[in-house]
């Protein structure tokens, strides 16, 4: 049943992947915004919090019970719990794959047209404008949702840690001359300053559970990506190594981001708070205060797209490993069915951000638009009720002690640090998760 499952070729392959996976729109698209919208340092300084208490305990959580099933999200809790109603943690895990591909490759679709913008305008000298209308936008989507498709049949190794390993160095090059040019305009400092300085009565339960949700949203936790990629991780291969290096790279990407656009959004007269499209309004006006910014433009935004790619490639790779293991679909004809299925689903989305009304303007779950919508019931609620119900899973079926052995069998450094693991997931993570969310539900603030 297992045959074919593929196996990173190195550690540094399996580091470059999920990495690859965690790295992405979320850094550089997602965490700007939420930040702008959350209130600056303050929501800096909660998010490294979550990041440190949720992030990386549930991130070596995922990546164990990957490593000792070897097995998709259903398929791992099949082999511990078997035929319980744990299974529906799985499918929700599925789902919710599908659900932020669908949108995540809408967002990633507007990147790749920002990009071909810009190298179409260095080709003809022409002047730079997005129009954002409903074609060109279902083709860019649909055109990213392909390009995503073609690199998972190519399976695990070939697909994915080739792409991970060349282009991700690139894209913090890049980024580290944005931010240079970005620092020098006058009144960037203003921006730095609101990024670092946290204001303590800008912190209300909105703003942690927004913190919370972008870090697990970050660092691809509560879904099962990095537990579909630990599944694929050999045996003497160092899970603690591995996670605190995905942890601390992609963190480092999201804090660069921030001193991307924050800096410019001050300097160049923006509202930090503009929501989703604030990467959008920021960069291009960064790019056009460059010498040689057309180029740079083309090649961040390239590179940014390949960041998107490897994230939906994880996505995506859930998804098809559950079919492939369990049904024994063959590995094309899931990755085709599901990626029209994202497809199907993100058209809505699609239509919001072209602004087609009922789509821009309906106010769900307290956002506006469809979109908007649907990130916050995928990738805020869902992945972190994903994330809680994981951690009770460990705790009362597989057992936190099997799961500290996983980890330990291949890294002797965690001998030391595992009382305090287990402290952490056993009652810091799920007590915190689930006060955040019920305190949410009920509307407190
Ligand atoms: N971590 C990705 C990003 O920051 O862009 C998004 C993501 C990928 C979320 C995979 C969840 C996931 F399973």
Known sequence: MTVNRGQWSSQVGF??????????????????YMTGENGGGAFLLVYLLCVICFGLPVMLLEISL???????????????????????????????????????????????AFGALYARSLVT??????????????????VFMVLTVLVVVGGVQRGIERWAKILMPLLL?????????????????????WFLTPDFSKITLTVVLNAMAQAFFSLSLGMGAMLTYGSYLSKHQDILRCGVWVVVFDTL???????????????????????????FEVLPRVFGSMAG????????????????????????????????DELSWSRARTVWSVGIAAIVVGIPSALALAGITPWST???????????????????????VGSLLLCVFVISRWGLKRAADEIESSSR????????????????????????LAAKVIGWS
Not at 78 to 100: D, Y
Not at 299 to 317: M, N, Y
Not at 414 to 435: E, H, K, N, Q, T
């Open 15 to 32: 580091v470059l992947a999920a990495a690859g996976s965690a790295v992405g729109l979320g850094n550089i698209w997602r965490f700007p």
């Open 173 to 193: 090059v890049t980024m580290i001359a944005i931010i240079v040019r970005g620092l020098f305009l006058p009144g960037a400092m203003a921006g730095v300053r």
């Open 413 to 436: 450094r965690f001998r030391s640090l595992r009382g305090v693991w287990i402290f952490f997931v056993r009652w810091v993570c799920p007590i915190s998760i689930a006060i955040i």
């Open 66 to 112: 990957g490593r000792a099933t070897q097995r998709n999200p259903v398929g791992a809790i099949e082999k511990v719990a078997p035929r319980s109603s744990w299974r529906a943690l799985g499918f929700l895990a599925l789902l919710t794959g599908l659900c932020i591909l669908s949108y995540y490759s809408v967002i990633a679709g507007k990147v790749l």
């Open 362 to 384: 309906v106010h769900l779950f307290g956002r506006e638009g469809f979109l908007d919508a649907m990130d916050f019931l995928w990738g805020n609620l869902s992945l972190a």
């Open 293 to 324: 910014g057309g180029l740079v433009a083309v090649v961040f935004f390239f590179l940014l797209c390949v960041a998107a790619l490897t994230s939906t490639v994880s996505l995506l790779e859930v998804v098809t490993a559950y079919f492939v």
């Open 125 to 142: 000298g022409g002047t730079v404008t997005y129009t954002g209308v409903t074609p060109e936008v279902l083709f860019y989507f649909a």
């Open 253 to 279: 990407v999201a804090v660069l981001a921030g001193f991307m656009i924050f800096p410019a959004v001050f300097a160049l007269g923006g509202n930090p708070a503009a929501g989703s499209t604030l990467i």
